[in-house]
């Protein structure tokens, strides 16, 4: 994606107000450098769709490019499970870490390398959002707990309601307290990391969207997602879906659009964009 030089550079810790999360300190995190790199929105896919989901929506990279039509953004995507190099994150004005189909608890390699990267973005300060397994793997990488949630998979549109602290954010003060959301997910976040700011939550999660520091955002939704990405996912899992007790067709029948989840990652855009002077 990128063309340039190798380096590496070590990482010992990182900070959001008062919490340290610390890493291991012979950690060394290969990198992918170019001086000449723009200052574009970075989208890192998380794995490829599966064949069914592919072949209706594309890639995930294609879902948020999508999403971001009429902003006048460039964007550039690396794929890490198919052992891209991540860019060095001063060369890197602003990154979405997409959905994916693995699990954080696998703890794979090409993963666990990407949660290196977080950190390495976080204590840079540069603009980082991740979404659904993005979500997950942030929290991962900050000190989070991720497992497969106790209730199982959440699927569909539901809503979400903000908590105090969203009144604060730039991306969530004026939001209504609650809105749609298109979700599908078996793992959660179940424990935010030290120092995160919990933003929205339902009776299933009780972290649906965090902040850590002041540039890093995690969403479990998907605000890449159309009604069509939603049904269609939907209509692929129908199987999985009536083995455990869902109606897929009723699933499908209440998805509606979710225009405030769609606004929060153009907002995160707009603030990438600002934060680089772009």
Known sequence: VVAGCYKTRSVTAVKAGDSRVCLHPTLVLATHFSPTMPASLLIVQMGRPPEDIHHHFGDQSEW???????LGITTQTVHP????????????????????????TDRADWSERTAAWVREMVAADRALLGVCYGHQLMAHALGGTVDYHPLGREVGCHQ??????AKNDDFFADMPCQFGTYLTHEQSLLLPPPGATVLARNDHDACHAFRWGDAAWGLQFHPDFSTGHMRGY?????????????????????VSAAPQARQVLRRFVRHARAARGG
């Open 81 to 104: 499970e198919a052992g891209d190099a991540l860019p060095d994150v001063q060369q890197v004005a602003g990154a979405i870490i997409t959905g994916s189909w693995s699990m954080v």
């Open 160 to 165: 979400v309601a903000l908590a105090a602290a």
């Open 64 to 70: 948020f490019r999508k999403a971001l039509d009429g």
């Open 234 to 254: 939907i209509r692929a899992r129908s199987e999985a879906l009536a083995g455990e007790g869902r109606c897929g067709k009723r699933l499908a029948r209440e």
